[in-house]
T-cell receptor, first 115, second 114 residues
Framework: EAGVAQSPRYKIIEKRQSVAFWCNPI?????LYWYQQILGQGPKLLIQ????????DSQLPKDRFSAERLKGVDSTLKIQPAKLEDSAVYLC?????????????FGPGTRLTVL | DQQVKQNSPSLSVQEGRISILNCDYT??????FLWYKKYPAEGPTFLIS?????DKNEDGRFTVFLNKSAKHLSLHIVPSQPGDSAVYFC?????????????FGKGTHLIIQP
């Protein structure tokens, strides 16, 4: 079974530019998550989708971050405009169901550097 | 406000001995706890979990203990092997409403010495 795919793996941009990350979850997984992991910290949830609907986006900085999950499969996370403090690894995860005990499987992440 | 705390940034253990990683939490709403393992340049990998209705869960060399009254959990690895060297994250979920995103600690870097 293929795992969670993310691209690009690395991205370097200058502040005030925009950037987009792509995630393809495990086939058939209903729930998709985006996490931000700043160096030295644990991952922090940004947004949770169930199919193509948003379940939780309480920690998403909505003035600059946006995310969508069209057709309940792939998802994109966008930052516009980027700030220096957005430098982090952006992790996508998926789980089969919506119960709290469903295992979340993580992709390898996209490392973003904002100069 | 850190709701999940791992107070040891790193831990060094000799191969073959027991590794004990600790985690504390503050949110009483959490009812499910997990440990993830992370190698460099990879995403976190699920290791083991425990529900709040249990106090122990075992899977091979890995055992997680939960002390609800103390809001504390620990991961025991016996015996420790070189491949166990990684960053271990404690995570929790269960705030309800269908929102089951995980709240992570900062991680403990486990180093297994040969």
């Amino acid at each position: 079974e293929a795992g969670v795919a993310q691209s690009p793996r690395y991205k370097i941009i200058e502040k005030r530019q925009s950037v987009a990350f792509w995630c393809n979850p495990i086939s058939g997984h209903a729930t998709l998550y985006w996490y931000q992991q700043i160096l030295g910290q644990g991952p922090k949830l940004l947004i949770q989708f169930q199919n193509n609907g948003v379940v939780d986006d309480s920690q998403l900085p909505k003035d600059r971050f946006s995310a969508e999950r069209l057709k309940g499969v792939d998802s994109t996370l966008k930052i516009q405009p980027a700030k220096l403090e957005d430098s982090a690894v952006y992790l996508c995860a998926s789980s089969a169901g919506t119960g709290g005990t469903d295992t979340q499987y993580f992709g390898p992440g996209t490392r973003l550097t904002v100069l | 406000d850190q709701q999940v705390k791992q107070n040891s940034p790193s831990l060094s253990v000799q191969e073959g001995r027991i590794s004990i990683l600790n985690c504390d939490y503050t949110n009483s709403m959490f009812d499910y706890f997990l440990w993830y393992k992370k190698y460099p340049a990879e995403g976190p990998t699920f290791l083991i979990s425990i529900s709040s209705i249990k106090d122990k869960n075992e899977d091979g060399r890995f055992t997680v203990f939960l002390n609800k009254s103390a809001k504390h959990l620990s991961l025991h690895i016996v015996p420790s092997q070189p491949g166990d060297s990684a960053v271990y994250f404690c995570a929790a979920s269960g705030v309800g409403g269908g929102a089951d995103g995980l709240t992570f600690g900062k991680g403990t870097h486990l180093i297994i010495q040969p």
